[in-house]
């Protein structure tokens, strides 16, 4: 009986997106509409978290305006409102959820780059 | 009019081609099977009798398999398997329905407005403030065992008595519940499946009447 759920669930996950980790930098193109025109608009920032899994799995990302604000948009991964998700950077990070960047700025913020073996 | 017996499935997600969420219930919905009409004429009142989930015979009682196998007017046999379950329609209309006929998640489609019943989950004895939402009394200004406290249940002399329905603490839910007007939004004959847009009662695994919505609109 669950398994309806199940399959509802799993029919609706994309596959065709990259997979996504904490500390990745990414340029998210994310759909927007304007009244009754879409367009697409680039975001591009730091994975802090990714969670959820299935249907459900979602991701935040967070870049630094102007200004020095800080912006974090979250998206669920299988909305067709994700465009397409490139993957520019992996960085080496110990943990799932890279809150802890959120109270540092400028030199303080960077993470060490980790490189593809 | 239209109906159909289902068992409650659970809750999940779809998400709309651009992009919104909308929160369903899924209810496995028959197949069902019109087991007798009732006539104004033999009745009194016209209703269709649904059967629901097949079942071997030897899981009912002689008097149920009776009435499954009882032969139609012009003597041929009703063709209906092993039911269940059976719960009565109320309906004008008896005349689209034949004994024997089967009905699918099809009888909705997506978009159509339904009203959903179930019982709804037992929360066994329950205080007033959960039962019927009293506020309860003041935590602080020297207050003791007040918190909760349903308050006076009535004035004195007059009436000098306690008005019959009055609310007070008691046995909660496990009683019929109907959610009105719920979308349908998926419809999946092969796999009897249906969603409709929001909450519906009771538990998981729970018997619903899926019904044409009474009030649209």
């Known amino acids: 009986m669950a398994n309806l759920i199940d399959s509802l669930d799993a029919a609706a996950v994309r596959t065709d997106l990259p997979e996504l980790e904490p500390g990745d930098t990414v340029k998210v193109h994310s759909l927007i509409v304007e009244g009754e025109k879409e367009r697409l608009q680039v975001f591009q920032g730091l994975v802090i978290r990714v969670r959820g899994g299935g249907m459900n799995k979602n991701f935040t990302v967070r870049r630094i305006a102007s200004h020095g604000v800080g912006v974090e948009r979250t998206w669920l991964f299988s909305s067709p409102r994700v465009g397409k998700i490139e993957v520019l950077r992996h960085a080496k990070v110990r943990r799932s959820r890279l809150y802890f960047l959120r109270g540092r700025t400028g030199k303080a913020a960077r993470l060490k780059e980790r490189r593809a073996n | 009019m239209k ?106 489609a997506a978009g159509e407005r339904v009203d959903v019943k179930g019982i709804s989950k037992g929360r066994g004895f329950q205080g007033g403030v959960k039962r019927h939402g009293f506020r309860g009394g003041p935590r602080t200004h020297g207050q003791s065992d007040r918190l909760r406290a349903p308050g006076s249940s009535s004035a004195g002399t007059t009436p000098g008595r306690i008005y019959k329905g009055k609310r007070m603490a008691g046995h909660m839910g496990a009683a019929p519940v109907t959610v009105a007007n719920l979308r349908v939004e998926l419809v999946d004959p092969e796999r009897n499946m249906l969603a409709v847009r929001g909450a519906v009662p009771g538990a998981r695994g729970g018997l619903v009447l899926i019904t044409e919505a009474r009030k649209q609109g």
Request: hydrophobic share 40%; glycine share 12%; aromatic share 4%.
């Open chain 2, 3 to 108: 109906g159909i017996l289902g068992r409650k499935v659970g809750m999940t997600q779809l998400l709309t081609a651009n992009g919104i969420v909308v929160p369903v219930t899924v209810i496995e919905a028959g197949p069902c099977y019109v087991t007798q009409i009732k006539t104004a004429a033999r009745d009194g009142y016209t209703a269709i009798q649904l059967g629901f989930e097949e079942v071997k015979p030897r899981r009912l009682t002689k008097g149920e398999i009776g009435h499954l196998r009882r032969r139609g007017a012009s003597g041929q046999p009703s063709g209906l398997p092993m039911l269940r379950i059976l719960r009565e329609l109320r309906l004008r209309d008896i005349e689209h329905y034949t004994v024997g006929q089967k009905l699918q998640a099809d009888v909705f």
